[in-house]
């Protein structure tokens, strides 16, 4: 059985920074194509990093997120620095055997693993 596990979600003040891992079991992330995905209430689902054998962003958190992976740990990283309000969000971090879409978002059709997300706050 497949299981992502999200953590280091949490409140911060904006400027601060922010660590979010992802441990797997059941799967290894090396085999995939890797991403983390936010929600805010209210608006729809954006990818904010992808990782397959390069990475990549969209332009609103370009130079402030970083994702990586550690493949000793099966751990998937996103550092997350100068964090602003509009950040806040729920996270999840996906895998799947796919790739990313040059603006930072793991394509998830036809199947995707999913973590059970962290919420992130980011307050003004």
């Known amino acids: 059985q497949v299981q992502l596990v999200e953590s280091g979600g949490g409140l911060v003040q904006a400027g601060g920074s922010l660590r979010l891992s992802c441990t797997a079991s059941?799967?290894?992330?090396?085999?995939?194509?890797v991403g983390w995905f936010r929600q805010a209430p209210g608006k729809e689902r954006e990818g904010v990093a992808c990782l397959n054998w390069s990475t990549y962003y969209p332009d609103s958190v370009k130079g402030r997120f970083t994702i990586s992976r550690d493949n000793t740990k099966n751990t998937l990283y996103l550092q997350m620095n100068s964090l602003a309000p509009e950040d806040t969000a729920m996270y999840y971090c996906?895998?799947?055997?796919?790739?990313?879409?040059?603006?930072?978002?793991?394509?998830?059709?036809?199947?995707?693993?999913w973590g059970q997300g962290t919420q992130v706050t980011v307050s003004s």
């Open positions: 996906a895998a799947a055997r796919s790739r990313c879409t040059n603006n930072g978002t793991l394509i998830v059709r036809p199947q995707a693993y």
């Open positions: 059941g799967l290894t992330f090396e085999g995939y194509a």
